[in-house]
């Protein structure tokens, strides 16, 4: 998660076009429905905003995380190249091979040019070979054919374990309640930043792991992370591009006491987060300098334009 939030931080540019916030209404619509009500952490993508962006390749090249990778090679090897996929919706959940409950998997939806031809075509000269998956034919690729993807519509596909496959199917078919069967997760949804090429949305179980890995410098300082979060019911988060990568995260408490102590609890460790910085970087730009924090009712916000380095 951290070189794939590092690449954000590099490559994001601010998107006001309405086409584009109905584009990611669609996708995220068909989320909400397909994938598993056991998801935690859920990220939206517009890979053809970031594209537009120059030096997008050097810097994916430079950052981009091994999951996200092997993700890239797998679907490659079926021919959806990196240039073919517009939106990506990714999730993370509480998923064991059976497709419910312990262990972590990634999963997701991608929507692009892509067909079930060419797919097939591609498929057959690499020789990977079409598994039968629910109602649907697939294809496994990966590592150990972990990652299998199937068209579920017109140039939508999804992809994941096969057990995580099948819970995406139930859900769209009905048989099984899907992610937006969570009201609180569904509100969450809607407020986020629409507007913005990269947004998500989290849960407490998954915060300590997400913010420790994502934030720059945070995963260095010596921190209960889930003592952090104690009082933290989930988080919101977009990342722009203006002078500078800008991020903004609203994390969401369960009482406005516990805001407070949550807004002191950040303030102490950014003020922690520079002394470290300071004494083992001392020659680079900290990203966490320009950070801001404020507190209104149960939500704090924080902001902060990432300092970036040029090396």
């Given amino acids: 998660m951290l070189s794939r939030l590092i690449v954000t931080l590099a490559t994001v540019t601010v998107i006001c076009a309405s086409v584009h916030v109905i584009e ?29 962006l120059p030096g997008y390749e050097a810097l994916q090249q430079r950052y981009l995380g091994a999951p996200l990778r092997d993700l890239q090679k797998s679907l490659a090897k079926l021919g959806i ?11 993370w959940g509480s998923l064991n091979e059976q497709g419910r409950g312990g262990g972590s998997a990634l999963y997701g939806l991608a929507l692009g040019r892509f067909t079930a031809e060419e797919i097939a075509k ?58 937006g069967s969570k009201p609180d ?79 002191q609890l950040l303030d102490s460790l950014r003020i922690l987060q520079r002394m470290t910085w300071q004494a083992r970087n001392p020659d680079l730009p900290n990203p966490l300098k320009g950070m801001e924090l404020h507190s209104s009712g149960d939500r704090v916000e924080l902001r902060l334009d990432v300092a970036v380095s040029a090396n």
Wanted: hydrophobic share 45%.
């Fill in 24 to 52: 990611a209404q669609e996708i995220i619509e068909e989320a909400l429905q397909a994938l598993p009500a056991q998801t935690q952490h859920l990220e939206y993508s517009s890979l053809a905003k970031l594209r537009e």
């Fill in 81 to 91: 190249m990196d240039t073919d996929v517009d939106e990506l919706v990714l999730g």
């Fill in 122 to 179: 591609v498929a057959t000269v690499n020789s990977v070979k079409s598994t039968r998956i629910g109602h649907l034919d697939a294809y496994c690729v990966g590592r150990q054919n972990e990652i299998c993807v199937a068209l579920v519509a017109d140039s939508l596909g999804a992809f994941g374990s096969p057990q995580v496959l099948l819970e995406i199917m139930a859900a769209r078919s009905g048989a099984v309640q899907g992610l």
């Fill in 185 to 263: 997760f569904a509100t969450l949804v809607s407020e986020a930043k629409f507007e913005a090429p990269i947004w998500g949305v989290t849960e407490r179980p998954a915060l300590a792991g997400w913010l420790s890995a994502a934030m720059p410098g945070m995963n260095k300082v010596p921190f209960d992370w889930s003592q952090l979060f104690a009082g933290v019911t989930n988080l919101i988060y977009s990342v722009d591009l203006g002078d500078k990568p800008h991020l903004e995260m609203q994390f969401k408490c369960m009482s406005e006491s516990a805001a407070n102590s949550f807004y």
